[in-house]
């Protein structure tokens, strides 16, 4: 058995998967790979004790280096080092996304705005409003799953291939599936807790119930009860009462969605689909005001509360808006036929009128 | 079994010593020089808020009582009681009540778990800022169950409600089981330290922190004050 120790290993990252990775974020001069460091080799230095290598190390350097007493309150200047990176995929259908394959469509296409680093700091995210993503906080607006939780790859997919509306993120169908799936894993470099923690568990979207005008009134009550309208408006127009102080995550002035813009076309900034919409209120849109009513809607009644919110897009074409028109234009006054609820839990007690 | 016999003595005396001899910190918060004006808080746009305060009602940030009495500080053991990983069982509140956090200031254990209680007649959204810890944001109307949640990482927290923006308030999340928060009277309590050397701060939301060593030998009161520098702006 050999009980000796060979230097040379601490220095040779050749065979290291590790430090192969370590190279793959090149971005011009402020990331210093692991090129840099020549192997090295000590000749005959073989120790006869099994001591830990960095020990060993530090023993040796301390040596050899007189002046290293003298430099150990100095701060360690120099570029910023570089990025421990483990390699990502993503997974999307039956395509398999390898972050090692998108680093030149993401330096050319989407550093700009969200930064070599991820950190949304590009040359042009000075320029815009809302700001880009910061892909090192791992929080996304668009999601399947519950607030606080990592997007699925599939929604992060989603998100490339539409694009945000009201922001500067364009739709990017130019790309092929495969270069969207290789940038969905690219960004997951960014923040560690890609690799530690799984995607969250997509909510469960029950089958869409018929339109009809009750439950268009349905959402109505639900709009007002919940108190929406605080933020979009009365008329879903983004005007209410705190409408003016809003602002993300990261302190930045952020206007509730205006429902009435747009025509027939108009967009969500999360898709344009019913159930779309319904993901949106219910999981929440990370980063931004707009909280999660995943824990205070149920399933059925969001799905009104969809039918509701299509009313506010006056000026779109859909199967919502031919009931109301049928109805002449009046939603109704909700009657809740369903029993009265159980008594609040004794922590939480009902609202009460004052002190 | 001699050598088993003599270690589980050891231990027993340990055990004991450490509980018989079980020392305290207390002290007070105060502060130094002209704290800055709090801004009056206009709640007209929340009528169900509003009238449940009979009194003008003014921003946290700063709150003092008599001789110069700082509260909302976090006093904490920072360093000389390892973390033996217990989180405290007792239950912990944080209520919204007259669009208003109370307390302004939550400290907890990591992992310890807390409840978010709405005892409004309006609707909040629940809105901790954490920049270690995860990030998320949930509705609570009135009469809704509370919002059980617990955080796995040491952090000084904001929180806020982007319904009504004058509402802010913290988490702070720490990695010991001794602290307190300073009350009207700056004052606060550390009990049950066994003998050592510990290094207590004290936090404020916007004096930043202060520290200080204390050694307890024995089953004692050792009385610790701090005096933060009040910010004129």
Not at chain 1, 11 to 40: C, W
Not at chain 1, 145 to 164: F, K, M, S, V
Not at chain 2, 141 to 155: C, F, L, N, S
Request: proline letters at 9%; one cysteine or more.
């Amino acid at each position: 058995m050999n009980c000796c120790l060979d230097l040379t290993s601490i220095f040779n990252h050749e065979d290291d998967p590790l430090a192969n990775s370590i190279r793959e974020p090149d971005f011009g001069l402020r990331v210093v790979t692991m090129n840099n460091l020549k192997p090295m080799r000590f000749i005959g230095a073989t120790f006869f004790t099994a001591i830990p290598s960095a020990a060993i190390l530090g023993l040796v350097l301390a040596a050899f280096t007189p002046l290293a007493s003298a430099q150990d309150s100095a701060p360690d200047v120099g570029p910023k080092p570089p990025l421990a990176i483990k390699p990502m995929e993503s997974h999307i259908g039956n395509i398999t996304g390898h972050s090692l394959d998108a680093k030149s469509d993401y330096r050319r296409y989407c550093a700009g705005c969200h930064g070599d680093y991820g950190d949304a700091n590009g040359e042009n995210a000075v320029w815009l409003d809302p700001k880009p993503r910061d892909f090192t906080l791992a929080t996304f607006k668009c999601r399947s799953t519950l607030t606080g939780t990592l997007p699925t790859d599939e929604d992060l997919y989603n998100t490339i291939a539409r694009g945000l509306t009201n922001s500067n993120m364009p739709i990017w169908n130019t790309f092929s599936k495969q270069q969207r799936a290789n940038l969905v894993a690219y960004i997951k470099i960014f923040s560690p807790r890609w690799q530690t923690e799984k995607a969250g568990t997509p909510i469960t979207i029950p089958a869409e119930p018929a339109i009809t005008i009750e439950s268009i009134a349905h959402g109505k009550a639900l709009f007002t009860k919940l108190e929406c309208w605080k933020c979009h408006g009365t008329h879903g127009e983004g005007d209410g009462p705190s409408a003016a102080t809003l602002t993300d995550s990261k302190d930045n002035p952020i206007r509730p969605y205006n429902f009435t813009l747009g025509r027939n076309d108009s967009r969500f900034k999360c898709g344009d689909t019913n159930q779309d919409i319904y993901k949106i209120f219910m999981t929440g849109v990370d980063g931004t005001p707009m909280p999660s009513f995943a824990d205070v809607i149920q399933p059925n009644d969001a799905w009104d509360l969809v039918h509701f919110l299509r009313t506010l897009q006056v000026n779109r074409h859909g199967r919502e808006n031919e009931v109301l028109a049928a109805a002449h234009g009046v939603i109704p006054p909700y009657v809740d036929k369903t029993p009265a609820p159980a008594p609040a839990p004794a922590d939480n007690k009902a609202p009460g009128g004052g002190q | 079994m001699r050598t088993k016999l003599i270690v589980l003595a050891s231990f027993t005396l340990l055990l004991c010593s450490s509980l018989m001899f079980a020392g305290t910190i207390s002290g007070k918060v105060t502060y130094t020089g002209t704290p800055a004006h709090q801004k009056p808080i206009d709640m007209s746009k929340e009528p169900s808020c509003a009238k449940q305060h009979t009194t003008p009602i003014t921003t946290e940030t700063v709150v003092t009582g008599a001789n110069n009495a700082l509260e909302n500080v976090v006093v904490y053991v920072s360093s000389g009681a390892p973390d033996d990983g217990q989180v405290p069982s007792q239950a912990i509140t944080y209520t919204q009540k007259g669009c208003q956090y109370i307390p302004h200031v939550l400290p907890m254990h990591v992992n310890q778990e807390f409840s978010i209680l709405n005892d409004d007649q309006t609707s909040h959204n629940i809105h901790p800022l954490p920049k270690v810890n995860i990030e998320w944001n949930k509705s609570q109307p009135p009469g809704t169950p509370p919002i059980k949640e617990k955080y796995d990482k040491p952090e000084f927290i904001p929180v806020k409600c982007n319904i009504h923006p004058w509402m802010h308030g913290w988490f702070v999340v720490l990695k010991t089981s001794h602290y307190d928060l300073s009350k009207g009277a700056g004052d606060f309590k550390l009990p049950d330290l066994p003998p050592g050397k510990y290094t207590l701060t004290a936090w404020h939301e916007d004096y930043g922190t202060q520290t200080a060593d204390v050694t307890i030998t024995g089953n004692e009161t050792k009385e610790v004050n701090f005096t933060f520098k009040a910010k004129a702006y």
